[in-house]
């Protein structure tokens, strides 16, 4: 029952999709890290609110992810 999960800085390219089997996950925090797309595996978690990819390799713009007005998440590029 994890609200909040935090994998800051830890070099992650990408998500296992096991992280989808987290339902009551809120805020998740991937900042730093090596992302150079927004995860799919989001659009699967439906009380995601709000994530921190302040920090990754992503280009603008591939930082649109038309899943995220559906499911209702904040993605964070810079700050939080």
Do not use: C
């Not at 998500?15 to 595996?41: C, Q, W, Y």
């Amino acid at each position: 029952n994890m609200a909040y999960l935090e994998l800051a800085g830890n070099s992650l390219e990408q998500l296992p999709e096991t992280i989808g089997g987290m339902p009551v996950l809120k805020m998740l925090d991937l900042s730093h890290n090596n992302f150079r797309d927004v995860p799919a595996v989001f659009q699967h978690m439906p009380k995601l609110r709000s994530i921190n990819m302040t920090g990754n390799l992503v280009p603008k713009d591939k930082q649109h992810d038309p899943a995220a007005s559906k499911n209702q998440y904040d993605i964070h590029w810079e700050g939080y």
